[in-house]
């Protein structure tokens, strides 16, 4: 009978596909990339999906199966791989990747509360810019408190949530179709040639590569489970080629399904924010349904986004904490209340979040804030994507110090170069997603963005490589900044950003609006703010290396 009982039981291949397909899929992601790239969107997905979705996911495989005994997290394949410090590192960039897209998912639930409250966008016309940011600051806290209280409640509205999610995207895809037959083969992109698929291979093609890639990546997170199948050599090729089966049919036939009821040579500019309402409206119409299909949805997406907000402030910072060790993460962010909360961690989610939403703030409306935070993570969750194929290249060099269960490509160097590869295409599309994407090119609002998706990105990565000299002081002086320190630091920091947003707002100052340097022409704001934030770090940076006056003994 104990035999019996210690039976270990087996996640077979079926399974591991669907838990990997809710986390890499779903039809926000279609809805972002349809309006960045239009109908021609649908070829793209079919060549990202080919070559991309299944080595990056048999990789994740053998990276899961090698470092099993480890939990199989990105930032312990990095570790293993390289050492301590860049597995710290690795795991701090994961984490700020994920404060975008925290700030992203408490906008859009408060796009899904609207909708579901009116059934229509008047809500987020009625509110301003400081308003959006002030709600959402608001959800961060309420969020913070639930997940404490109420853990197991955001497990149910995970579970809810996720399926409906999912069961929603098909439904649509299902629906658009069947009604296209019965109307007649009636789409609103018309004319629908082949042509109208061929991507224009163009400097804005290129930049919307890296939302392709933050749509189709996240697979990583069923890596531990590679060890639990019975199986592995042969069930988990099994599962990620069915992955990316299912990923090519809804990319696919949902970016066409979408060309039935949208438009494509003439795309709202609020489609990111509010398109799957408007195509659940029309089906539901369509079908007679009224608005009931859309209320349907609307009240889907609050229980995803919900559960989903609270995940990634919850999760995400005590997976940062407990995962960095205290080597290099500052013993002040390490502590914990009585109820075993890192209160302080929380503290720098919220703070970063509030930075992030602070930068977006001086844009025309809610919608622009809305398409630039989507871009953001389109920058820096492929980025960290990088380290995936980083690792993946590590261990096929040295394929006897990193045994695995499982082999993507047998033949070491082949299976190198495909890393190379991936590694070049993800990084160059991270780089060229720095660029703006829904405003006129070189426009002012355009060089606004440009500015603040660098500065979100230095500071989100940035303060990641300042905090292991922080617990450096800690160890050596007790604590690693007085309170005085704290104080004149935090004032200069806050000042910078306040000025630095007013200088971005900006057209013109002192009636000059750009400078001509050599063949480049640089506006005035731009060249105030990188000359500020220049000598605001050079003060921090002399303040912060004196010794504290409140030493401990």
């Not at 077979?12 to 809710?22: D, H, I, K």
């Not at 860049?86 to 509360?113: K, M, Q």
Request: include cysteine; hydrophobic fraction near 50%.
């Amino acid at each position: 009978m104990d035999e019996i009982n210690a039976k270990p039981k087996y996640i077979s291949w079926p399974v591991l596909t669907l838990m990997a397909f809710c986390t890499v899929i779903g039809l926000d992601d279609i809805m972002y990339n349809f309006q960045n790239q239009g109908m021609p969107v649908v070829t793209s997905w079919i060549i990202m999906c080919i070559f991309y979705v299944i080595p990056y996911s048999l990789m994740v495989g053998q990276l899961g199966s090698v470092f099993s005994k480890e939990g199989g997290g990105l930032s312990s394949w990095v570790r293993g791989t390289d050492g301590e410090f860049l597995g710290y590192f690795t795991a701090w960039t994961y984490w700020a990747a994920s404060i975008p897209y925290a700030v992203d998912s408490a906008n859009e639930l408060i796009v899904d509360i609207g909708w579901a409250l009116t059934g229509s966008e008047k809500f987020q016309n009625q509110i301003s810019n400081t308003k959006f940011a002030l709600m959402t600051f608001a959800l961060f806290i309420i969020f913070i408190i639930v997940e404490h209280y109420f853990s197991r409640s955001m497990e149910f509205l995970s579970t809810i949530g996720g399926g409906l999610m999912l069961v929603m995207t098909l439904m649509f895809v299902f629906l658009a179709f069947l009604g296209l037959a019965k109307s007649g083969g009636h789409m609103a992109t018309h004319p629908f040639t082949w042509k109208t698929l061929i991507p224009k291979f163009d400097m804005h093609y290129w930049t919307t590569i890296a939302m392709l890639i933050y749509a189709l990546n996240g697979c990583e997170l069923v890596a531990p489970y590679v060890t639990q199948m019975k199986k592995p050599k042969a069930d988990f090729p099994k599962a990620m080629i069915a992955l990316a089966t299912m990923t090519i049919f809804l990319t696919v036939f949902g970016s066409f399904a979408l060309g039935i009821y949208i438009d494509a040579y003439h795309i709202p500019n609020d489609l990111k924010m509010n398109g799957a309402y408007y195509v659940f409206d029309m089906v539901g119409h369509q079908y007679g349904l009224g608005k009931g299909l859309l209320y349907f949805w609307a009240w889907t997406s609050v229980f995803y986004n919900a559960a989903l907000l609270a995940v990634l402030l919850d999760a995400m910072t005590r997976m940062l904490i407990s995962d960095t060790g205290d080597k290099y993460m500052p013993r002040f962010l390490r502590k914990k209340d009585k109820n075993d909360l890192p209160v302080n961690g929380y503290i720098l989610t919220v703070s970063l979040s509030a930075f992030i939403m602070l930068l977006g703030i001086f844009l025309p409306d809610m919608n622009d804030i809305f398409n630039w935070l989507l871009n953001l993570n389109g920058i820096i969750s492929p980025g960290v994507t990088c380290w995936i194929f980083y690792s993946f290249m590590r261990i096929r060099k040295n394929p006897e110090k990193f045994p695995s269960n499982y082999t993507f490509i047998k033949n070491d160097k082949l299976a190198y170069l495909v890393g190379l590869l991936l590694l070049i295409v993800t990084a160059m599309a991270t780089v060229l997603g720095i660029a703006p994407q829904d405003v006129k090119q070189f426009s002012g609002y355009w060089w606004y963005e440009l500015i603040i998706n660098i500065v979100a990105v230095v500071v989100l990565i940035g303060l990641g490589a300042i905090l292991p000299g922080i617990r450096r002081r800690e160890e050596e002086y007790g604590i690693a900044f007085s309170r005085d320190q704290w104080l004149t630091m935090s004032v200069l920091i806050i000042g910078s950003v306040i000025l630095d947003l007013y200088l971005g707002a900006q057209k013109q100052l002192f009636g000059i609006s750009a400078i001509n340097l050599g063949q480049m022409k640089l506006g005035l704001n731009i060249i105030l703010i990188i000359v500020e934030v220049a000598v605001a770090i050079f003060i921090c940076w002399q303040i912060g290396k004196r010794k504290p006056s409140q030493v401990k003994k």
